[in-house]
């Protein structure tokens, strides 16, 4: 304050109107919508664990199926017969653990069920992606191949909780 002489003065100069009606700190108001807040997190936390689990149970196939766009020769059976074995052992290995820990920290079959049908989803596209290159082979080849059906995946893939 540095009119203190004008402080008390009646006139239109006084330094405490002044103060009052200039100097005043603003207070401004800004509500957050906590709730808001929290369903964004879950939501990208959500995506991102399905996307995860997604990727550790089809890798193999996701891996191969990018290698397939960049080859002119044809790819041997036992390549393909390799990739099946392979995520076929991936998920026998893996789901049993993605399972357990949903049952850990979900604690609600529900919501467990809900979250786990767009991995499901995912993981049962890339066979798909992968059954539609294999079905370019001779029959024969396919037969050896073994790819499951979308039945066997489907209940290989089912949550039981």
Do not use: H, W
């Amino acid at each position: 304050m540095t009119n203190t002489s004008r402080l008390f003065t009646l006139s239109s100069n006084n330094a405490f109107i002044e103060f009052m009606l200039q100097g005043t700190p603003q207070l401004t108001e800004k509500l957050l919508d906590s709730k808001k807040d929290v369903d964004v997190n879950l939501k990208e936390v959500c995506t991102e664990f399905i996307n995860a689990c997604s990727a550790l149970l089809s890798s193999p196939i996701t891996v191969f199926l990018a290698s397939l766009e960049n080859k002119k020769e044809p790819v041997p059976m036992e390549t393909y017969r390799d990739v099946v074995s392979d995520a076929s052992q991936r998920i026998s290995n893996k789901l049993p653990g993605i399972k357990k820990s949903m049952r850990l920290y979900l604690c609600n079959e529900e919501t467990e069920a809900i979250l786990f049908r767009p991995i499901r989803k995912q993981v049962m596209a890339q066979y798909q992606a992968l059954r539609n290159e294999i079905e370019k082979l001779e029959e024969e080849d396919q037969f050896i191949v073994n790819c499951p059906s979308t039945e066997q995946l489907t209940l290989t893939l089912s949550y039981d909780g």
